[in-house]
Structure formats: C-alpha cells, structure tokens
C-alpha cells in the first residue's frame, strides 16, 4: 500500500489541507470531493508482447512481497490542486473549470497513443521500476520516441521512487544523456534507485534500457530531488485517512 498513488495523493492532500485549514477543512474535503478511480497500469489491447511478458514477470516478483505493483489511478480532485499550490504563493490563480481538467500528464492520452506504463517498487532495495510502451503520439526524430517523452517518464519514474521512500517532493534538477534512441512502440526498461539523502535533498539515480538489457538507452545519474515535506505514510496514517473518509 506504501507505494499507492492514490494513497500518496490522498496523504498529501491531506497534508496539505491540514496544515493551512485545519481538521474540519480535512473531514469535510474527504467526504464531499468526486474521486474517480481507475488503474491504467494494467494489461490493455495496446500493450506488447514485450510489455506483457515483462508485467507478468514483474507480478510474480510481487508474490514473494519483495517487489510491490503501484497501482495508478486518475484522481481528479481540484482540492489536492488547491491545496499544493497554496505553498507556492507567487503562483497565478488558475481558473475552477480548468483545474476541474486536471490530470496527471502521463495519463492524459488515448489507451496506447501516448504513455503506456506500470510501476514496481522494491522497499528494501529503495528501487522503483517501470516498464516503459512510448506510444505514436510521443514521435520526436521520425520512428523515434521524443526525448522530451523519455524525461517525462524519467522524472515521473524518479519521482515514484522519491514519494515511496521519502514523501511528497519537487524535482529541482535533471539532468538525463540520451545515449542511444528509442523505436517508436518498443518497450524499455526505467530502473531508478535512492542514492542518499543530505537534509531536504534527495539524490536518485536511474538508467533506461532495452528489454534484453544490451542497450543503455539514457541515463540520469546525479538528479537533485528537493523535499518539501518530509512525510512517509505508515500504516498508521493510511488508516487515519481510511476513516476520515468514512
Ligand atoms: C508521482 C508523481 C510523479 C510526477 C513527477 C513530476 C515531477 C515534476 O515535474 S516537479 C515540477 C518541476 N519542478 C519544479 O517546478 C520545481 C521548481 N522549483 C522550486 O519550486 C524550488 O526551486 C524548489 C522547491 C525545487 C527548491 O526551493 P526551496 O524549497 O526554496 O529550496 P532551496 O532552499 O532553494 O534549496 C534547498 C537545497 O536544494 C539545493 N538546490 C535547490 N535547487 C537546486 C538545483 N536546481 N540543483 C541542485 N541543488 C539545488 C540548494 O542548494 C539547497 O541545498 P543545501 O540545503 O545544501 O543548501
């Protein structure tokens, strides 16, 4: 459950609520907000042969407790929004009706045209996984996945792996050597792990390859993660949150 997105959402929007409303602005944002689930990190028609043999791989990893699936989930909540950007006091108001758009960028395509992905973390080893199908929608040099594309999914990768272990966070520097291209459609392989942590900064690394693991597509080996709030969910929170939602 650690590595939930929808929970790491959820504890931050409560963090976040509690710190500037209080207990009551807490409660009543639980019980009244619309939140839609849905996992789009599982098997669908347009995933490959190779993106599937690897999931199914990576699920049997998961039977023995060692590496866990982290579930998506679309969560269109403007208060978590909201209450985020009050920490950010020199940011622009955005409008209701925009912010009731908001979605996570990666998940924000058709089934198959853009990011097709799952997740997996390891706890003991600090170690986060992803499974990378860069759709159509993500060309950069004609048949090749865009560069941009692959720095989305390395900091949302990196990203995954700081909110497991450490909490809620904001990348402060990224710096990615594209080594080798990606076929547009083909699957990789994002590995990223915890390197150390100095006060507030956490240092991830992670390497992109193919699925046989000959090719080392990219790199990112000195990413500076920034904390803002140093939070870890336990159990112990998860249910404090399971029943305020009650
Ligand atoms: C699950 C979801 C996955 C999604 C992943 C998506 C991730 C993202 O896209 S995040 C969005 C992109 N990032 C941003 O917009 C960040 C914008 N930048 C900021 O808001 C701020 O600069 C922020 C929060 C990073 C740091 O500000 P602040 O909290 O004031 O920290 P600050 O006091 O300046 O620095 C703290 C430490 O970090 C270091 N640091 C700050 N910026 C950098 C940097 N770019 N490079 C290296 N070190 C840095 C400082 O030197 C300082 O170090 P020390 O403690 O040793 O003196």
Known sequence: MDGCLHCVFTWQKACSIFHTQGWKHLRRSFSTEKVIHKDHSLPNPSWSKDLRLLFDQFMKKCEDGSWKHLPSSECKVPQRIHSFKTYFLDSKPVKEDQLSQARPFTRSYEVGQGFEYAMFYNEDEKRTVCLFQGGPYLEGPPGF??????????????????????????????????????????????SSQLDKVEGRKVFVSCNVRSVDEKTLHSDATDPVLVILYPYRMTFLHLILLFSLQR
């Not at 792996?161 to 966070?169: A, D, H, R, V």
Request: proline residues 4%.
């Open 145 to 190: 996945l865009h560069g941009g594309a692959l720095a989305t999914m390395i900091d949302t990768t990196l990203g995954v792996c700081t909110i497991s272990c450490m909490g809620l966070f904001m990348t402060a520097n990224l710096n990615i050597n594209f080594k080798s291209p990606i076929p547009l459609c083909s699957v990789v392989v994002i």
